[in-house]
């Protein structure tokens, strides 16, 4: 942490050394975006990404005189579910209420929130970090509706010469996720965001894309000197559109805040917005400038009893979160925790390995590859292997061939490599190109033997005791059979012979 | 044609026997409006070739089958200017909405087109429905059929003259605070404000969310169940629409007032009631202790609280309702190059002084720091308001009381909105408690109507219908024609 402080005031061009030990006090407020296919209160597309403007909307999303809305029962779901996820309480009642203020992408010059009976309370997150465990309380989940978007002819909407308004995300399905202020350093908020949208993922609720916000947060962040209880004056920060930016903007903050008292300055409450490009943030608007959202209770929409069979429901159908999976994973497969947390990272890639084990290929195996070449061609190719050419049909197969020694790993991985895409059977395309292993003694034996009067030096060095001088020996047996040697039978053949 | 029937149920029962076409009808209601509107002004806008398209449909399926035809099938109808239909302009009697055409019709109108009406055209009323003389109208005060110097009470005032001028049978109005009730009190009409729930708003412009609700108005007790009928029950598209089966109006609507127990409210006899409303209602109830129902004097001893909680919740939901208005989307726009001057001009311009009185008064009981010392407070009382009418529902099975505390006024009369406010005493309870009320009309005092309000527990809309209905037979006052307007026509 104190590194951090000095990286951050340094670019600030602060002296670096603060002379009260502060710390720093962090909460998050995360928006995320329903995987709902109907809009939160009307039945248009939740999709608007790939929407030509202002097609996705109807008389209700762009808040016509007279239209009502009315609540998206998967999106109540989704939330319960989210809740659930996170250790949330859910009361019996709840009810939606109006936040009152004037923006243009806001249609009905409100928004349909919820105020003071949220969906669910008092959960909480916790991971591991540094070998540390970290509890982060959740305030409460709830749910609302999103705004349009508008474009700029200029930087923003006071100085544009010209706006334009897409209300295609108007009435999408939003979930607010407040954090409580228990995080005390960037790297522990840029930990509970990267744990908490994976579990959202997890669980089908958000598609995590933060670049183009489906997945968005605002910080609270405030200093106080290390070992007292009393909260410091509150920065809200927005504009952070990855867990980059959510780091460096919070590692900016706790050093800006700092060098301020320590110039013997004084903290205000305001909210500040990070501008990527100068790595920093700038002040917005004061406490003063705060807007009267004059709250009451929607009263265009009955209050909303959930009822404990409805919650019960959705808790049976809750997945396995990502911890719990790999925990039991180390446990059942005997996979290490590395392997493990590779493989629960997505709930798809979890589920693949799943079947892939499931269909016979052994779990030490199936995690080597599917956490190693497999993920990297997957990456590489922005492609999962479920998707990809060779599918878990063909690494199935493939892996078979080498777990029966019939292929040996560098023939497999070349195969997976040409394969990935392309697709095609590994068994039948071992037996027509004949890669099969060689691992005929005799075969093998006159090879070696070429091998080492071809390497005078390396079998030199090696006799004088350089183990790896042995591998350029092998690497000519391995040229000379196309890969296709059995690397451990040469290996022995060739200390059988030199120690000989 | 001089001959056809005048109420609802005679029009339905002519079209079926075919001494009457729905072109007929409609033309015959054309008639009216251009003999009478010119002074009465209930319409701000005709659905012309619409209409014309919608009879010639009707005469269509009347002439195919009259059994099965729809059971408005042919029949003119208006609605009031807050209901939408599309592409007809829509304006809510507010010049901010001025040529305003909604891609979409409100359920309740749509119902009543399903049924086979013919909407003949959409009718003058309060700006947003704000008002209770209809002089808040951005295009023109309506005038009262009795006297046209007078008001026809509000805000559905082109509604209940349109009725009461025998223009259409049937009209739409809608009542957040008595503006169904009140206006068919002083145009001696029935009106109907069914429970919360039971009718959907959707597609009606937004005055106050928690109190609005679509009703009929007709010339009898029939008429309105019928329409009544027609347009309730439950809609996906809104929200708080009840999902309770409807019970048929019509089918017990003729079993009287026998054995029934009427409560009389004494605080809805008090100060600032007309002597001779007072004593038409008076009267109105010997009639029903006459047929056999039994009175009780009973007690709501909050409803001196009720108005000062309607005009807190009210301009309240308002305020926010009509924050959509920005002169960017639909409507008026008063182009001033920036956006924040043309958002002011055109809200200035487009909005009259009513309700921008109640938008400013709502916005202040929901300000930060003065919440709990209006909204939340009225909350409470609305509340309590709701319990004391469920006490008194287990005494009694309705409440009978006057609906409006005078006649119909002078227009001009009440230009400080606190007396106007004043009007509303006895029917805004309801409305907060989301109770069936019907205002059928129960005697003339100095030639001007007064009517008696009929009111029953949550659901019971059939009973309160079978009440007023009981007493509406009994009596002619829904007999008589208002002889102002056919004298100023001629």
């Known amino acids: 942490m104190t590194g951090t402080l000095r990286d951050a005031s340094a670019a600030q061009g602060g002296s670096g050394e603060s002379a009260v030990d502060h710390e720093a006090v962090i909460g998050l407020e995360v928006h995320a975006q329903l995987l709902t296919r109907s809009k939160m209160f009307c039945g248009c597309p939740a999709t608007y990404v790939e929407a030509e403007p202002n097609d996705n909307t109807c008389p209700v999303c762009l808040g016509m005189p007279g239209t009502l809305p009315v609540i998206n029962r998967r999106a109540v779901e989704y939330t319960v579910r989210t809740a659930l996820a996170l250790n949330c309480v859910i009361p019996d009642f709840t009810k939606f209420d109006r936040k009152n203020y004037f923006y243009p992408d806001l ?5 349909i929130s919820k105020y003071d009976l949220p969906l669910s309370v008092d959960g909480h997150l916790e991971f591991d970090l540094d070998g540390r465990r970290v ?68 669980i089908g609720v958000n598609d995590g894309n933060l670049e183009q916000g489906s997945f968005r947060c605002d910080a609270n962040v405030s200093i106080r000197p290390r070992g007292t209880e ?29 060098a301020v008292l320590d110039g013997g300055g004084s903290l205000h409450q305001e909210t500040r917005g990070w501008v990527e490009a100068r790595g920093a943030t700038i002040s917005q608007r004061s406490k003063e400038q705060a807007h009267d959202y004059r709250y009451f209770p929607e009263p265009d929409l009955a209050p909303l009893v959930l009822g404990a069979e409805f919650v019960e429901e959705v808790r049976r159908a809750l997945p396995e979160l990502p911890e719990a999976r790999a925990a039991r994973l180390i446990e059942q497969h005997g996979i290490t925790e590395g392997e493990a947390v590779l493989l629960t990272a997505t709930r798809e890639q979890a589920d693949s390995y799943e079947r892939i084990v499931g269909r016979g290929v052994s779990a030490g195996v199936a995690a080597r590859w599917l956490g190693n070449d497999v993920l990297r061609l997957a990456n590489a190719d922005h492609l999962p292997l479920w998707e990809s050419g060779l599918g878990e049909d063909g690494l199935v197969a493939l892996l078979g061939l080498v777990e029966a020694g019939t292929v040996n790993s560098t023939t497999a991985k070349a195969l997976l490599e040409e394969l990935y895409l392309a697709g095609g059977d590994p068994v039948a395309i071992v037996r027509d190109r004949g890669l099969g292993q060689v691992s005929d003694t005799d075969a093998l034996g006159a090879l070696v033997d070429a091998a080492i009067t071809a390497n005078p030096k390396a079998v030199a060095d090696f006799q004088a005791g350089k183990e790896t001088a042995l591998q350029p020996v092998v690497g000519h047996v391995m040229k000379a059979t196309r890969g296709r040697a059995d690397a451990r039978l040469v290996n022995r053949l060739l200390r059988e012979r030199l120690s000989g | 044609m001089s001959a056809a029937p005048e109420t609802l149920a005679g029009c339905v029962a002519a079209l079926r026997a075919g001494t009457v076409s729905a072109a007929e009808l409609l033309e015959r209601s054309r008639a009216r409006i251009a003999a009478l509107d010119p002074q009465v002004n209930a319409f701000l806008g005709r659905t012309g070739e619409l209409a014309d398209r919608a009879a010639a449909a009707a005469d269509r399926l009347l002439a195919e089958d009259p059994a099965s035809a729809p059971p408005l099938c042919g029949v003119p109808v208006a609605l009031k200017d807050v209901l939408c239909l599309e592409g007809a302009e829509t304006t809510a009697g507010s010049r901010i909405l001025g040529g305003f055409r909604p891609p979409y019709t409100a359920t309740a109108v749509q119902r009543l087109l399903d049924a086979g009406a013919v909407v003949v055209g959409k009718t003058n009323c309060d700006e947003f429905a704000m008002g209770s003389s209809n002089e808040n109208s951005a295009y023109g005060p309506v005038r009262n059929p009795w006297d046209l110097g007078r008001v ?42 069914p429970t919360y729930g039971r009718v959907s708003r959707y597609g009606l412009i937004a005055f106050a969310s928690s109190l609005d609700q679509v009703g009929p108005l007709a010339l009898t007790v029939e008429d309105a169940a019928l329409g009544y009928l027609l347009i309730a029950g439950h809609d996906p598209a809104d929200g708080t629409s009840s999902r309770s089966a409807v019970e048929d109006p019509l089918t017990g609507l003729g079993e009287g007032v026998e054995g029934l127990r009427l409560g009389v409210p004494r605080e809805y006899f008090g100060v600032g009631l007309d002597p001779g409303v007072r004593a038409a209602v008076e009267r109105a109830l010997e009639v029903l202790r006459g047929l056999g129902a039994t009175l009780e004097e ?74 709990d010392a209006y909204y939340r407070k009225a909350q409470k009382v609305r509340t309590l308001i709701s319990e004391e009418f469920s006490h008194v529902f287990e005494r009694v099975d309705a409440i009978v009381c006057p609906t409006s505390p005078v006649t119909a006024f002078p227009l ?64 002619e006052w829904h007999t008589l024609q208002p002889g102002g307007v056919e004298a100023a026509a001629t």
């Open chain 1, 107 to 111: 249609p009905k010059g409100y928004q």
């Open chain 1, 135 to 202: 509890r982060c309380g959740i305030t409460r989940v709830h749910l609302e509706e999103d705004t349009g978007t508008l474009h700029h002819a200029g930087d923003v909407l006071q100085s544009a010469t010209s706006s334009l308004v897409d209300y295609n995300r108007s009435g999408v399905p939003l979930m607010e996720i407040v954090g409580e202020p228990d995080l005390r350093s960037a790297a522990e908020a840029k930990e509970y965001l990267e744990r908490l949208r994976q579990i959202l993922m997890y």
């Open chain 1, 230 to 258: 009393t909260l410091g004056v509150k920065v809200e920060i927005k504009n952070m559109n990855s867990f980059r930016a959510v780091q460096r903007a919070v590692e900016y903050e706790i050093a800006r805040q700092i």
């Open chain 2, 152 to 193: 026809p009470g509000g805000s559905s005032g082109g509604s209940a003259a349109a009725v009461a001028a025998r223009m259409v049978p049937l009209s739409l109005g809608t009542d957040t605070g008595g503006s169904i009730r009140q206006p068919a009190a002083l145009c001696g009409v029935v009106g109907f404000k």
């Open chain 2, 298 to 371: 009973v007690s709501l001893p909050s409803t001196d609280a009720a108005l000062s909680t309607y005009y807190i919740i009210a301009p309240a939901e308002a305020s926010s309702n009509l924050a959509r208005y920005d002169g960017i989307r639909f409507g008026l726009r008063e182009d001033r190059g920036s956006l924040l001057q043309t958002y002011l001009s055109t809200r200035d311009a487009g909005f009259g002084p009513e309700v921008k009185r109640r938008i400013m008064l709502g916005t202040y009981a929901l300000s930060s720091g003065y919440y």
């Open chain 2, 412 to 475: 001009g009369t009440h230009s400080d909105p606190l007396s106007m406010y004043l009007l509303d005493v006895l029917t805004v309870p309801v409305n907060l408690a989301g109770l069936p009320g019907v205002s059928v009309p129960c005697g003339m005092v100095g030639g001007l109507p007064a009517g008696l309000q009929v009111v029953a527990p949550r659901f019971m809309d059939a009973r309160a219908l079978r009440i007023a209905h009981a007493y509406e037979q009994a009596t």
